[in-house]
Nanobody, 120 residues
Framework: QVQLVESGGGLVQPGGSLRLSCAAS????????MGWYRQAPGKQRELVTT???????IYADFVKGRFTVSRDNAKNTLYLQMNSLKPEDTAVYYC??????????????WGKGTLVTVSS
């Protein structure tokens, strides 16, 4: 069983910064792609960013230049550095990972989310 646990959310003023973390635990061989998604109240979940095991990244246009994703493969941990936060960034942020648990077995795992509120 694979578990993803996010941390680092909270209340921040517009223009401020937060750093989210996502730690993976359980029994698995390795982790392939990882990513962050978010869901604002009344809206659908949307992709924020993804990162491959090799470090290649993709960002949604609305976070380019403000957010930076990174990962520590040795610690099975994903990070999201969020700068220049805006009120519209307010959402629950979810960690996602494609976890290899066996030969040709990949689990699409999700964390329970961490709330980020950007408000003055």
């Amino acid at each position: 069983q694979v578990q993803l646990v996010e941390s680092g959310g909270g209340l921040v003023q517009p223009g401020g910064s937060l750093r989210l973390s996502c730690a993976a635990s359980g029994r698995f061989f390795s982790i392939d792609d990882m990513g962050w998604y978010r869901q604002a109240p009344g809206k659908q979940r949307e992709l924020v960013t993804t990162i491959t095991s090799g470090g290649n990244t993709i960002y949604a246009d609305f976070v380019k230049g403000r957010f930076t994703v990174s990962r520590d493969n040795a610690k099975n941990t994903l990070y999201l550095q969020m700068n220049s936060l805006k009120p519209e960034d307010t959402a629950v942020y979810y960690c996602n990972a494609h976890v290899i648990t066996g030969r040709q077995v990949v689990v699409n795992a999700w964390g329970k989310g961490t709330l980020v509120t950007v408000s003055s």
